[in-house]
């Protein structure tokens, strides 16, 4: 055992001894031990046992662990549809067809409905939570993240407290807008419906944002107001007549994501999809993300301990504990064929060491 | 530049000069926000620091709340202000007990008590007996009819013993009543802080004497912050007032002394700077960049397209905030708060007590306890430092018989006894001498015990000394001495007193016994200065014998003479003297030469030989330290011979064959020059050698080769380990200091003395040796300890744990900056190069100033060996010479790791939590997680020994976290409401913390163990020996084996010498041709030295890495 506390350092003082002032180890109160700079303390040293004892034991730990979050990822079901290139006319990659694609998505007269067929692999059991993905899409770009007022969004008192939130902060007028900011303007607003065959799936929209949002940090008494009212206007439209508590979708766009691909939670659909069962998407295709180069994709996921779909957490376990393992066993090697004893003092001469310099 | 000086005109010169309110204080009510606030930012890292706190008012740019940098930084200019408001507070209220001390003083003809502050220069003061003399006064009467008075200067120079003061000639014999009425001028020099020179005049106006100019000199005054003694009273005119006295003029505010650590840290500092600007200068142009490239397309965002000027400017300059954590602002303040500490060990250390005093050791100057761990020179006084200070009379041969041979103590030798009692001429003789021939004051207190004040340590022992043989010096009545002989009372009429001067080197006195009416000449000196003038017929050879003998021994002697007069010879002689000393030019010179004609023909009684004896423990201390590879320097004014002496016995210079002796002399340019060039070559051959030289200098040679060989001097200093350096001047010793120090060396002065002072004040770390010489060295001093020995504590332990703690504390406070840095330099990349913070305000300013803090200050009592292990394996401490713990390749180290945790923690975190868990709250609050379990284990790994307060501060701290989190987490408002409880309850949260954890610790875990088990440093191997409990084969028993091994092969080497007789073998040959002297053989030769020598140049060599 590596561990050897040691109480006591004042076995052999030499010379001090004979004059040193009174003193009994044991008589010392602890403010005493702590001047004296004699607080018991365990000194443990890297032993060659518990050096490898501490790698091999992480080893033996975590690459089972490794293996449990690999299998439960793979029991996640997950299907990813890209549809932002299928729901637009024109695919090209050339100057004409991308402005072709702006200017379809920025008018507001065009039908934006899209369909999309899709086959679920695996049999999927409820929930199974609908996720919008945006690629490339800088929700935690400074100019972007800071332009919020949760003051405003909390109670009607703050609503003229816009100033953090430019460049959407009042319109014309100098009367604020509600909610103000860069993050609720380009609030996204696609929209999907789900049907198998005939049979519409239902997709609860209630209770996708986080309790504590709607309870707290955004006001039940505040109502949109001259949101989206100017041009140009960014992303989706709020009811009015509904307070920022209750809008579900805004307030999650509104928890911005740290990371530019990112998915969020549309719904969750709470019946069993069966394997090999053909679903239909109706998807309204709203918003741009055809200025700059991003994906948008649907997503449909089941859900484990870990979450969804994530086979990097039981990689790096598997991968860690491998080190692990293997640098204790060229330690043992080591330690076997060229075993050197701690502490020896032979090492110790000073003049020795002199000279290998 | 003169002033002159209006005696007693109440009206004359009132504001010409200051008055006499003395300040110390370094500001006023009014200056001290400025003063203060432009001191602090007149040091780099505070300008640093408030520059990037006023760019955070700039909304724009800030990527936090500005209060998350000016709350620390407030915090730590209100604590440095608030300590030097409250040291200056505490100097005012000395200055203001000092001048309100009510005085008197002659206003209008009438003593009046008055404060001390309201002194004027020419106002009269008259002083009683134990008083602090105000201010510099010129003396103009006193109780004594000769117009004597004794002064106490130990407050001035540090000399505890009494100095007479005369009253000028002009006013000699001046009325009691009349001294009130006394008008006069004095013209004197403007203040200067010269405390041995006062050259001025004084002419005193009619009724009073009315004759030509009256000389002063310094033996008239009385100087401030003197004490007047055994004289009834005493009154003088102020010369000097206020801040303008010789005092006020030498006291400086002594410069704030940096250590090497702090230089270092300063430098990381600087690199860290540079570094951050690169960094900021490459993202700022990524980031202008991206934004015109990309941002641009990202309609959400709405970049305006016409912006203003300095567009360009505001992402590198959210950079620059960004990136300002790189210098942790936290630094300072722990610094400072386990500095205090380490100097609070120090006062605290029950081991550094001085039994015998109870004084405890003192850190004066809480600021430079590293430094003690990186001393390369010590620059020690002999006197009083390395020996006690209490001169002895140990030894005497008298007519060549010699007493206190066998016992080493002559007063307890039965055959002086014996002599004494049986009346021998010869011995009573020579006590009268010891007992009449000195400038003793007896003090017969109440109990009738008798006390003597005495110019010189010397001339106290030979009167005590002669007191316990029965010769007791019981009184001294003006001019008449009282002695009792054995009940029977002798006086003497003291006629003249032919003072010591250093150049002749000897003091008479002229004396009639009162009895007989006879006239004696006593005379006592060095051996040099009286033997020679031995009467003709008279066999020297024995006393010369005697003196050697007792130099060998390291006793200082003095010989004895005496003659007797004629009376026609004396009134002869007399006319003469007195001629001499009225004289105005080349007084003193002419005194000599008179004193000469009479002090002839002696009569040699014998020697006396005064052991001053070595404090406890000296020849260890030194033995130890030298081992630690430090180089000990003697700077002494005592002569040559007695200095090697107490060098040979104090280890400091090895005896032969191992030992050499270096002589430096000379009287000339040339002779110097000759003698040190010599000395060089010799050096530089010896150098190769496994062999302990040292060089022997005396001022005068010094001062010469300093003023004009001081290349060559200095190349000397740096190849020699040893130097005795004798009969020098604290001026000089202060030189000696500066010379080492502009070779770079760590230098540490200890001394005693007020003649150290100065010494002290110049070295790197100053050490006083609170002794008897006064407090003088000690309040000058930077660490005060009780006797010398404590200084291998003060060095081994105190230094050496302050270093390595310093070093750890620091490095890792970069780590931790530079952790939470990269960090967000990374999250840059992912987050449009805009410059936003991963991390909100509350929790980087927690990280900074306490999560990260609080365990590290804890390392304050980490010991990485137990004190036995550093005493018994001294060589430890090159370690923390060499700086090898605190070095630009550690800190790479360090800089190192924060990189591949910054790596570990980013890549696990983005890894983990993608998606729908990319909530920002959240990826920032595991990132930190992260961190602060990375920093609690690298704390871990990094402590050696874990006390119950390690403990609690370690994983207390990341409770703590939690804690803390989980409580902001509670409150509605916050912008972490609720995201810890979240966190807490996934279980991807806790998979990743341990992921991030091990995968950040398990690679460091096994360097270390790799480094520490196959490239182990000394530390390691002696931790591993310590803590296994195996045997530890110490140091000691190396030593014997290896010395009985020396001694079976160098027979040869010792034989030579051995025979003659080691008693007689003179030490070191004054003549110049012998430069190379051998020292005998008789103390054995230590082993370890060769090996400090090797490893010292090893040390030296991997400095330079």
Same mark, same amino acid.
């Given at each position: 055992?590596?561990?050897?506390?040691?109480?006591?350092?004042?076995?052999?003082?030499?010379?001090?001894?004979?004059?040193?002032?009174?003193?009994?180890?044991?008589?010392?109160?602890?403010?005493?031990?702590?001047?004296?700079?004699?607080?018991?303390?365990?000194?443990?040293?890297?032993?060659?046992?518990?050096?490898?004892?501490?790698?091999?034991?992480?080893?033996?730990?975590?690459?089972?662990?490794?293996?449990?979050?690999?299998?439960?990822?793979?029991?996640?079901?997950?299907?990813?549809?890209?549809?932002?290139?299928?729901?637009?006319?024109?695919?090209?990659?050339?100057?004409?067809?991308?402005?072709?694609?702006?200017?379809?998505?920025?008018?507001?007269?065009?039908?934006?409905?899209?369909?999309?067929?899709?086959?679920?692999?695996?049999?999927?059991?409820?929930?199974?939570?609908?996720?919008?993905?945006?690629?490339?899409?800088?929700?935690?770009?400074?100019?972007?993240?800071?332009?919020?007022?949760?003051?405003?969004?909390?109670?009607?008192?703050?609503?003229?407290?816009?100033?953090?939130?430019?460049?959407?902060?009042?319109?014309?007028?100098?009367?604020?807008?509600?909610?103000?900011?860069? %993050?609720?303007?380009?609030?996204?607003?696609?929209?999907?419906?789900?049907?198998?065959? =005939?049979?519409?799936?239902?997709?609860?929209?209630?209770?996708?944002?986080?309790?504590?949002?709607?309870?707290?940090?955004?006001?039940?008494?505040?109502?949109?107001?001259?949101?989206?009212?100017?041009?140009?206007?960014?992303?989706?439209?709020?009811?009015?007549?509904?307070?920022?508590?209750?809008?579900?979708?805004?307030?999650?766009?509104?928890?911005?994501?740290?990371?530019?691909?990112?998915?969020?939670?549309?719904?969750?659909?709470?019946?069993?999809?069966?394997?090999?069962?053909?679903?239909?998407?109706?998807?309204?295709?709203?918003?741009?993300?055809?200025?700059?180069?991003?994906?948008?994709?649907?997503?449909?996921?089941?859900?484990?301990?870990?979450?969804?779909?994530?086979?990097?957490?039981?990689?790096?376990?598997?991968?860690?504990?491998?080190?692990?393992?293997?640098?204790?066993?060229?330690?043992?090697?080591?330690?076997?064929?060229?075993?050197?004893?701690?502490?020896?003092?032979?090492?110790?001469?000073?003049?020795?060491?002199?000279?290998?310099? | 530049?003169?002033?002159?000086?209006?005696?007693?005109?109440?009206?004359?010169?009132?504001?010409?000069?200051?008055? =006499?309110?003395?300040?110390?204080?370094?500001?006023?009510?009014?200056?001290?926000?400025?003063?203060?606030?432009?001191?602090?930012?007149?040091?780099?890292?505070?300008?640093?620091?408030?520059?990037?706190?006023?760019?955070?008012?700039?909304?724009?740019?800030?990527?936090?709340?500005?209060?998350?940098?000016?709350?620390?930084?407030?915090?730590?200019?209100?604590?440095?202000?608030?300590?030097?408001?409250?040291?200056?507070?505490?100097?005012?209220?000395?200055?203001?007990?000092?001048?309100?001390?009510?005085?008197?003083?002659?206003?209008?003809?009438?003593?009046?008590?008055?404060?001390?502050?309201?002194?004027?220069?020419?106002?009269?003061?008259?002083?009683?007996?134990?008083?602090?003399?105000?201010?510099?006064?010129?003396?103009?009467?006193?109780?004594?009819?000769?117009?004597?008075?004794?002064?106490?200067?130990?407050?001035?120079?540090?000399?505890?013993?009494?100095?007479?003061?005369?009253?000028?000639?002009?006013?000699?014999?001046?009325?009691?009543?009349?001294?009130?009425?006394?008008?006069?001028?004095?013209?004197?020099?403007?203040?200067?802080?010269?405390?041995?020179?006062?050259?001025?005049?004084?002419?005193?106006?009619?009724?009073?004497?009315? =004759?030509?100019?009256?000389?002063?000199?310094?033996?008239?005054?009385?100087?401030?912050?003197?004490?007047?003694?055994?004289?009834?009273?005493?009154?003088?005119?102020?010369?000097?007032?206020?801040?303008?006295?010789?005092?006020?003029?030498?006291?400086?505010?002594?410069?704030?002394?940096?250590?090497?650590?702090?230089?270092?840290?300063?430098?990381?500092?600087?690199?860290?700077?540079?570094?951050?600007? %690169?960094?900021?200068?490459?993202?700022?142009?990524?980031?202008?960049?991206?934004?015109?490239?990309?941002?641009?397309?990202?309609?959400?965002?709405?970049?305006?397209?016409?912006?203003?000027?300095?567009?360009?400017?505001?992402?590198?300059?959210?950079?620059? *905030?960004?990136?300002?954590?790189?210098?942790?602002?936290?630094?300072?303040?722990?610094?400072?708060?386990?500095?205090? *500490?380490?100097?609070?060990?120090?006062?605290?250390?029950?081991?550094?007590?001085?039994?015998?005093?109870?004084?405890?050791?003192?850190?004066? =100057?809480?600021?430079?306890?590293?430094?003690?761990?990186?001393?390369?020179?010590?620059?020690?006084?002999?006197?009083?430092?390395?020996?006690?200070?209490?001169?002895?009379?140990?030894?005497?041969?008298?007519?060549?018989?010699?007493?206190?041979?066998?016992?080493?103590?002559?007063?307890?030798?039965?055959?002086?006894?014996?002599?004494?009692?049986?009346?021998?001429?010869?011995?009573?003789?020579?006590?009268?001498?010891?007992?009449?021939?000195?400038?003793?004051?007896?003090?017969?207190?109440?109990?009738?015990?008798?006390?003597?004040?005495?110019?010189?340590?010397?001339?106290?022992?030979? %009167?005590?000394?002669?007191?316990?043989?029965?010769?007791?010096?019981?009184?001294?009545?003006?001019?008449?001495?009282?002695?009792?002989?054995?009940?029977?009372?002798?006086?003497?009429?003291?006629?003249?007193?032919?003072?010591?001067?250093?150049?002749?080197?000897?003091?008479?006195?002229?004396?009639?016994?009162?009895?007989?009416?006879?006239?004696?000449?006593?005379?006592?000196?060095?051996?040099?200065?009286?033997?020679?003038?031995?009467?003709?017929?008279?066999?020297?050879?024995?006393?010369?014998?005697?003196?050697?003998?007792?130099?060998?021994?390291?006793?200082?002697?003095?010989?004895?003479?005496?003659?007797?007069?004629?009376?026609?010879?004396?009134?002869?002689?007399?006319?003469?003297?007195?001629?001499?000393?009225?004289?105005?030019?080349?007084?003193?010179?002419?005194?000599?030469?008179?004193?000469?004609?009479?002090?002839?023909?002696?009569?040699?009684?014998?020697?006396?030989?005064?052991?001053?004896?070595?404090?406890?423990?000296?020849?260890?201390?030194?033995?130890?330290?030298?081992?630690?590879?430090?180089?000990?320097?003697?700077?002494?004014?005592?002569?040559?011979?007695?200095?090697?002496?107490?060098?040979?016995?104090?280890?400091?210079?090895?005896?032969?064959?191992?030992?050499?002796?270096?002589?430096?002399?000379?009287?000339?340019?040339?002779?110097?020059?000759?003698?040190?060039?010599?000395?060089?070559?010799?050096?530089?051959?010896?150098?190769?050698?496994?062999?302990?030289?040292?060089?022997?200098?005396?001022?005068?040679?010094?001062?010469?080769?300093?003023?004009?060989?001081?290349?060559?001097?200095?190349?000397?200093?740096?190849?020699?380990?040893?130097?005795?350096?004798?009969?020098?001047?604290?001026?000089?010793?202060?030189?000696?200091?500066?010379?080492?120090?502009?070779?770079?060396?760590?230098?540490?002065?200890?001394?005693?003395?007020?003649?150290?002072?100065?010494?002290?004040?110049?070295?790197?770390?100053?050490?006083?040796?609170?002794?008897?010489?006064?407090?003088?060295?000690?309040?000058?001093?930077?660490?005060?300890?009780?006797?010398?020995?404590?200084?291998?504590?003060?060095?081994?332990?105190?230094?050496?744990?302050?270093?390595?703690?310093?070093?750890?504390?620091?490095?890792?406070?970069?780590?931790?900056?530079?952790?939470?840095?990269?960090?967000?330099?990374?999250?840059?990349?992912?987050?449009?190069?805009?410059?936003?913070?991963?991390?909100?305000?509350?929790?980087?300013?927690?990280?900074?100033?306490?999560?990260?803090?609080?365990?590290?200050?804890?390392?304050?009592?980490?010991?990485?060996?137990?004190?036995?292990? %550093?005493?018994?394996?001294?060589?430890?401490?090159?370690?923390?010479?060499?700086?090898?713990?605190?070095?630009?390749?550690?800190?790479?180290?360090?800089?190192?790791?924060?990189?591949?945790?910054?790596?570990?923690?980013?890549?696990?975190?983005?890894?983990?939590?993608?998606?729908?868990?990319?909530?920002?709250?959240?990826?920032?609050?595991?990132?930190?997680?992260?961190?602060?379990?990375?920093?609690?284990?690298?704390?871990?790994?990094?402590?050696?020994?874990?006390?119950?307060?390690?403990?609690?501060?370690?994983?207390?701290?990341?409770?703590?976290?939690?804690?803390?989190?989980?409580?902001?987490?509670?409150?509605?408002?916050?912008?972490?409401?609720?995201?810890?409880?979240?966190?807490?309850?996934?279980?991807?949260?806790?998979?990743?913390?341990?992921?991030?954890?091990?995968?950040?610790?398990?690679?460091?875990?096994?360097?270390?163990?790799?480094?520490?088990?196959?490239?182990?440093?000394?530390?390691?191997?002696?931790?591993?020996?310590?803590?296994?409990?195996?045997?530890?084969?110490?140091?000691?028993?190396?030593?014997?084996?290896?010395?009985?091994?020396?001694?079976?092969?160098?027979?040869?080497?010792?034989?030579?010498?051995?025979?003659?007789?080691?008693?007689?073998?003179?030490? *070191?040959?004054?003549?110049?041709?012998?430069?190379?002297?051998?020292?005998?053989?008789?103390?054995?030769?230590?082993?370890?030295?060769?090996?400090?020598?090797?490893?010292?140049?090893?040390?030296?060599?991997?400095?330079?890495?």
């Amino acid at each position: 055992m590596a561990l050897e506390p040691e109480y006591s350092p004042s076995d052999g003082r030499k010379w001090t001894e004979t004059e040193s002032w009174p003193k009994e180890q044991n008589g010392l109160t602890w403010m005493e031990k702590f001047t004296q700079q004699e607080l018991p303390a365990c000194k443990p040293i890297l032993t060659p046992g518990l050096v490898i004892t501490t790698l091999i034991s992480i080893g033996i730990i975590f690459v089972p662990i490794g293996l449990g979050s690999l299998s439960a990822s793979e029991h996640v079901v997950e299907i990813i549809d890209r549809y932002d290139d299928a729901c637009v006319p024109s695919n090209g990659d050339d100057e004409a067809a991308k402005s072709e694609r702006l200017s379809f998505i920025q008018n507001v007269k065009t039908n934006k409905t899209c369909i999309r067929n899709l086959v679920i692999p695996k049999k999927m059991k409820h929930p199974i939570y609908v996720y919008y993905q945006l690629d490339n899409f800088y929700q935690n770009h400074r100019r972007y993240v800071k332009s919020r007022s949760d003051r405003q969004y909390q109670s009607p008192r703050f609503e003229r407290e816009t100033k953090t939130c430019d460049p959407e902060s009042e319109i014309d007028d100098h009367t604020p807008i509600v909610p103000c900011g860069l %993050v609720a303007w380009s609030l996204f607003n696609d929209t999907y419906r789900i049907s198998t065959e =005939n049979d519409p799936i239902p997709i609860n929209k209630k209770d996708i944002a986080w309790q504590s949002d709607k309870n707290s940090k955004f006001g039940s008494n505040v109502y949109p107001k001259n949101f989206q009212k100017q041009d140009p206007v960014g992303g989706g439209k709020l009811n009015e007549s509904l307070p920022l508590s209750e809008q579900e979708d805004l307030l999650v766009w509104m928890r911005t994501a740290a990371l530019p691909n990112f998915r969020k939670l549309y719904g969750r659909i709470e019946t069993d999809l069966e394997a090999n069962e053909n679903i239909t998407v109706v998807i309204q295709n709203n918003y741009n993300t055809y200025s700059f180069d991003s994906k948008k994709q649907l997503v449909l996921s089941t859900t484990t301990w870990i979450g969804g779909k994530n086979d990097f957490l039981g990689k790096a376990y598997i991968t860690v504990g491998g080190i692990c393992l293997f640098l204790a066993i060229a330690f043992i090697l080591t330690y076997v064929i060229k075993p050197r004893p701690l502490g020896d003092p032979a090492y110790l001469s000073w003049n020795l060491n002199s000279k290998e310099r | 530049m003169k002033r002159y000086i209006y005696i007693n005109h109440d009206d004359l010169a009132q504001d010409l000069y200051c008055d =006499n309110r003395i300040s110390n204080r370094k500001y006023t009510l009014w200056n001290f926000l400025p003063k203060n606030l432009w001191e602090q930012f007149s040091r780099f890292m505070n300008q640093y620091f408030l520059l990037i706190a006023c760019l955070q008012l700039w909304s724009l740019i800030t990527p936090v709340n500005p209060a998350s940098t000016w709350g620390p930084l407030i915090f730590i200019f209100a604590v440095s202000a608030t300590k030097e408001a409250w040291d200056d507070y505490n100097r005012y209220l000395s200055d203001k007990k000092a001048n309100e001390k009510e005085v008197w003083v002659v206003r209008q003809g009438v003593k009046k008590l008055i404060q001390s502050q309201d002194i004027h220069v020419g106002n009269i003061v008259w002083l009683r007996e134990n008083d602090e003399v105000p201010c510099d006064l010129v003396l103009l009467g006193t109780a004594d009819p000769q117009g004597i008075c004794y002064v106490e200067t130990a407050a001035l120079d540090g000399e505890t013993d009494l100095k007479t003061r005369v009253i000028p000639s002009a006013s000699m014999g001046i009325d009691f009543e009349l001294l009130h009425k006394i008008k006069g001028v004095i013209e004197c020099p403007s203040p200067d802080k010269d405390i041995r020179r006062f050259d001025a005049n004084l002419r005193l106006f009619p009724p009073f004497l009315d =004759n030509d100019m009256c000389p002063l000199t310094i033996k008239n005054t009385l100087l401030q912050s003197c004490y007047l003694r055994n004289t009834e009273w005493a009154c003088g005119v102020a010369v000097y007032t206020g801040n303008e006295t010789k005092l006020g003029m030498s006291r400086g505010i002594a410069e704030p002394k940096l250590t090497a650590v702090d230089a270092m840290i300063d430098k990381l500092t600087g690199a860290i700077f540079v570094f951050q600007i %690169v960094v900021v200068i490459v993202l700022g142009i990524a980031g202008n960049i991206w934004k015109n490239t990309e941002a641009k397309k990202q309609w959400y965002v709405e970049y305006p397209n016409e912006s203003p000027w300095y567009e360009l400017l505001i992402i590198p300059l959210r950079f620059e *905030l960004l990136c300002s954590i790189m210098i942790p602002i936290s630094i300072k303040v722990s610094l400072d708060l386990v500095k205090s *500490l380490y100097a609070k060990f120090i006062d605290w250390d029950d081991q550094m007590v001085d039994l015998e005093t109870r004084i405890r050791s003192h850190a004066t =100057n809480t600021a430079i306890s590293e430094d003690l761990g990186q001393v390369e020179y010590i620059l020690t006084d002999k006197t009083g430092t390395l020996t006690e200070n209490k001169m002895i009379f140990k030894r005497c041969c008298i007519r060549g018989t010699f007493y206190g041979n066998e016992n080493g103590d002559a007063l307890s030798d039965a055959e002086l006894l014996n002599a004494v009692s049986t009346g021998s001429t010869d011995v009573i003789q020579f006590l009268k001498v010891m007992a009449i021939c000195n400038t003793v004051v007896p003090i017969q207190s109440n109990t009738g015990v008798i006390s003597y004040k005495a110019q010189s340590q010397d001339e106290e022992a030979l %009167v005590r000394a002669a007191a316990s043989l029965h010769m007791v010096f019981v009184n001294k009545n003006g001019n008449v001495l009282e002695i009792n002989f054995n009940g029977l009372l002798l006086r003497y009429e003291v006629l003249d007193i032919l003072e010591f001067t250093s150049d002749r080197k000897r003091m008479s006195v002229v004396v009639k016994c009162c009895l007989s009416g006879k006239i004696y000449l006593l005379s006592k000196g060095a051996d040099e200065a009286i033997l020679p003038l031995a009467r003709s017929g008279q066999q020297t050879r024995t006393f010369s014998e005697a003196v050697e003998q007792y130099a060998q021994l390291g006793l200082r002697t003095l010989c004895l003479a005496s003659r007797e007069l004629d009376d026609d010879e004396y009134r002869e002689w007399s006319l003469m003297f007195k001629e001499a000393n009225s004289k105005l030019v080349d007084r003193e010179w002419r005194v000599a030469e008179v004193c000469q004609r009479l002090e002839h023909d002696f009569e040699i009684l014998g020697v006396a030989a005064i052991e001053d004896r070595l404090q406890d423990g000296v020849p260890e201390t030194i033995s130890t330290l030298r081992k630690a590879g430090i180089n000990f320097w003697m700077l002494t004014g005592d002569k040559q011979n007695t200095a090697i002496q107490i060098a040979l016995s104090c280890n400091f210079v090895s005896p032969e064959p191992k030992g050499q002796l270096l002589l430096l002399s000379g009287k000339t340019e040339d002779e110097v020059c000759r003698s040190l060039e010599r000395v060089l070559l010799t050096m530089r051959i010896t150098n190769t050698e496994p062999k302990d030289v040292a060089f022997v200098v005396d001022g005068w040679a010094l001062e010469i080769a300093l003023k004009h060989y001081r290349k060559a001097f200095t190349e000397l200093a740096i190849l020699s380990r040893t130097a005795i350096c004798c009969r020098v001047t604290p001026s000089q010793k202060a030189q000696l200091v500066e010379l080492l120090k502009s070779c770079d060396y760590r230098t540490l002065a200890i001394g005693d003395g007020g003649n150290d002072v100065r010494m002290i004040q110049q070295a790197d770390i100053g050490v006083g040796i609170s002794g008897r010489e006064g407090l003088q060295a000690a309040r000058a001093a930077d660490y005060s300890i009780g006797k010398f020995r404590f200084l291998t504590r003060l060095i081994l332990v105190h230094g050496r744990y302050s270093y390595n703690r310093t070093a750890f504390l620091s490095q890792y406070s970069f780590y931790k900056s530079l952790l939470i840095c990269f960090i967000q330099i990374f999250f840059s990349f992912i987050s449009g190069v805009s410059g936003t913070s991963l991390f909100n305000s509350v929790s980087l300013m927690a990280y900074n100033v306490f999560y990260t803090s609080i365990p590290v200050l804890v390392s304050v009592l980490d010991k990485d060996l137990s004190e036995n292990t %550093v005493m018994q394996h001294p060589q430890i401490l090159f370690y923390c010479q060499a700086g090898r713990l605190l070095n630009p390749s550690t800190f790479a180290g360090w800089f190192g790791r924060a990189l591949f945790h910054a790596i570990v923690v980013f890549v696990i975190t983005i890894h983990s939590f993608v998606f729908e868990k990319s909530e920002m709250e959240e990826v920032s609050m595991v990132a930190l997680s992260g961190c602060i379990w990375l920093q609690a284990f690298v704390v871990a790994l990094e402590t050696n020994s874990f006390t119950i307060l390690q403990h609690l501060a370690i994983w207390g701290n990341l409770v703590a976290f939690y804690a803390i989190n989980l409580i902001v987490s509670a409150i509605p408002s916050s912008e972490m409401h609720t995201i810890m409880f979240r966190l807490c309850r996934q279980p991807l949260y806790w998979t990743t913390i341990i992921l991030i954890t091990m995968a950040g610790m398990g690679p460091v875990l096994a360097l270390k163990y790799f480094r520490y088990t196959y490239r182990s440093s000394k530390i390691n191997i002696l931790q591993q020996a310590e803590r296994l409990g195996g045997p530890i084969l110490s140091l000691g028993n190396i030593e014997s084996q290896s010395r009985s091994l020396e001694k079976d092969i160098s027979p040869l080497s010792i034989s030579q010498p051995k025979n003659r007789n080691p008693v007689y073998e003179p030490l *070191l040959s004054d003549s110049p041709s012998a430069t190379r002297r051998s020292i005998g053989p008789g103390t054995p030769f230590d082993f370890f030295q060769s090996q400090t020598r090797l490893s010292s140049t090893y040390m030296r060599n991997s400095k330079d890495n």
